[in-house]
């Protein structure tokens, strides 16, 4: 298995790790709807589904939507 022949310094551990961040979400309002989203993500307000601030899908229903279930048959 490979090792480092030399001890690497701390000023060039910390030069790398410069990079090592995290960055906030780009995070936009609408402007027909005034809704916070996320960036080039669709997103549903009042049942519609709005991409690009247009409706993409009216009355838009989640594909894998939870099932309810009742545990009243035991």
């Keep these: ?38 960036r080039h993500k669709a997103y549903v307000v009042d049942g519609d589904l709005y991409l690009n601030g247009k409706v993409a899908i009216k009355d838009y229903a989640p594909v894998a939507a939870p099932v309810a279930t009742d545990n009243d048959e035991e």
Excluded at 17 to 31: E, G, M, Q, V
């Design 1 to 38: 298995m490979a090792h480092p022949k030399r001890r690497q310094s701390s000023t060039r551990r910390d030069k790398r790790r410069t990079h090592d961040k995290l960055t906030p979400k780009a995070i936009s309002i609408c402007s027909n709807t005034g809704e916070l989203h996320l």
